[in-house]
């Protein structure tokens, strides 16, 4: 038995990526994209049919609103071909632009569904990925309301995760490598397994939503190393590069998880409520949060600008 299947026992594997032939060979339940992910995918030759049939539902709409309208239909096509294999659900992201943006995060939301629905995908098959700022979980907690489930993507500290929980979100994703990626930094050596913080975040998280009886799910994001997945085994859902998958799916073994039930109902996490002004306090109060968000945030900007990019120059040369 290989480390992969042994996860599977405990824990949903979703695929990070836009390669629709790795999700052939892993399996995985669900999967997840971005802006990064669709651009690499978007070039490779064996998705062309793809990209000019996003083209050409774009070109209906006019000049004005080609290059957007070319994103979300890009996106969706991949979405489309995803769901043929997995079983489970895609996420597809709101643009980063929208992330301090309620109102426009929600229409946003709107729109990516009703193409999807258009196409004859149900909306239960569908996450929208929001950026996890305030505005972003305000949107979450309306869109959820109407039936049209979120995955919150650069959560790093406990207060996002707890207002997230409180908004009744159905799935957070909490950035295990980037927390660890900065204190390895500030530490200036690696950081021994058993004290990983990025581990210590997702796990604290788990207990705290299991504890308490939230129904909003958990799946531990932006890994660095395999242990930093075997570690976390148990957790409602993993996602996980092709690359840490193939280290997964080559390594023999059996897994014990780590994440349960049990343990998160002797764990010592009291039951907090969150305001807005508590929040962001809370939130302000972990440096590595506030630094991590917001570098999140420019970074995923900067990978959507490349897509929107090529996006135009697509378009022009269609």
């Known amino acids: 038995m290989s480390l992969l299947d042994s996860l599977k026992k405990f824990t949903t594997v979703v695929a990070d990526t836009g390669d629709i032939e ?103 098959r569908i996450l929208i990925k929001v950026g996890t700022t305030w505005e972003g979980i305000r949107a979450a907690g309306e869109l959820e309301k109407q039936g049209i489930h979120c995955n919150m993507t650069l959560l790093f500290s406990f207060a996002q995760a707890v207002a997230c929980a409180e908004a009744g979100v159905t799935l957070i994703s909490p950035f295990v490598g980037r927390i660890y990626d900065y204190y390895k930094k500030e530490r200036g050596a690696d950081i021994p397994a058993a004290e990983d913080p990025g581990v210590h975040s997702v796990t604290r998280i788990y207990n705290y939503y299991k504890k308490f009886g939230y129904q909003t799910q958990v799946m531990g994001a932006s890994f660095r190393k395999m242990e930093q997945i075997v570690d976390l085994a148990g957790c409602d859902f993993l996602t996980i590069s092709t690359e840490l998958l193939d280290e997964l799916h080559n390594s023999p073994g059996e897994i014990t998880p780590t994440l349960t039930l049990e343990n998160a109902r002797a764990s010592k996490e009291e039951k907090i409520s969150l305001d807005e002004k508590t929040y962001r306090w809370m939130h302000n109060e972990d440096a590595m949060a506030v630094e991590k968000l917001s570098d999140g945030i420019r970074r995923f900007n900067v990978d959507a600008r490349k897509l929107e990019k090529w996006a135009s120059t697509a378009a022009a040369t269609a």
């Open 22 to 124: 790795s999700m052939r060979q892993f399996k995985p339940q669900d999967a997840t994209t971005n802006p990064s992910l669709l651009f690499k995918a978007a070039q490779r030759p064996e998705y062309r049919p793809l990209v000019e049939a996003a083209l050409a539902d774009a070109d209906r709409l006019g000049e004005s609103r080609r290059t957007e309208a070319f994103m979300d239909r890009l996106a969706v096509n991949f979405g489309k071909e995803i769901l043929k294999i997995v079983p489970g659900r895609v996420s597809t992201e709101v643009d980063a632009r929208l992330s301090f943006d309620r109102e426009a995060t929600v229409a946003k939301a709107q729109e990516l569904i009703a193409l999807y629905e258009q196409a004859g995908i149900s909306r239960e």
